[in-house]
């Protein structure tokens, strides 16, 4: 299992980054007010919070459950891709989450957490999962299957005093963009 680990070096850098934002944000709250996204209308021309809202959680559990997500994510699909496409594909789902949904919510004042990267990425593997016979698939019975499957149900359903509406709004955006950069990247043969 430890060599497994070792084979997903990006995977693991985001969930150390979620768990040092984590203890920035609990050690000193001002870090929330600071990385958190905003609504098109309230963000100014601090456009970094696209990306930074990504990075942070609120609540431990929220943080606990996006990593176990990110590891099992990881643990199927990181070596597949490979490091660099595993983190491009993250990265450019998630920001986008960030940019579709702030404008949606363009006067939300604060938007958090890192699983526009699970959604978008669990939407990628999903779909090249039907679209390339060989790529890794999400089944139960497997540790990873079984986790991931548990989360895309859980995280929908309104449990913490976070949750509502919205964070199905977000997780469905995150999904549906894995998604389509799955068909966009089968489409060009990467």
């Not at 593997?125 to 991931?148: C, E, R, V, Y």
């Not at 199905?168 to 489409?187: C, D, K, N, S």
Request: charge should be positive; charged fraction near 5%; aromatic fraction near 16%.
């Amino acid at each position: 299992m430890l060599n497994r680990i070792a084979k997903q070096p990006v995977s693991l850098m985001i969930c150390l980054a979620w768990i040092v934002v984590w203890v920035f944000v609990v050690t000193n709250k001002n870090t929330l007010d600071i990385l958190c996204g905003k609504g098109i209308k309230q963000i100014g021309n601090q456009y970094y919070r696209f990306f930074t809202a990504g990075l942070t959680h609120t609540h431990i559990l929220h943080m606990l459950a996006n990593v176990c997500a990110m590891f099992w994510v990881g643990y199927l699909y990181e070596q597949r891709l490979g490091s660099v496409k595993f983190l491009l594909v993250g990265m450019i789902c998630a920001i986008v989450c960030q940019v579709v949904f702030l404008a949606i919510y363009s006067n939300a004042t604060e938007s958090f957490g890192g699983s526009g990267y699970n959604f978008a990425l669990i939407g990628f593997g999903l779909a090249l999962q039907f679209l390339t016979p060989d790529f890794p698939k999400i089944t139960f019975g497997t540790w990873s299957g079984n986790w991931l499957i548990i989360y895309l149900i859980l995280g929908n359903i309104p449990v913490l005093s976070f949750m509502n509406v919205t964070t199905i709004i977000f997780h469905t955006i995150a999904f549906v963009l894995g998604i389509g950069i799955a068909f966009i990247y089968r489409g060009i043969g990467v």
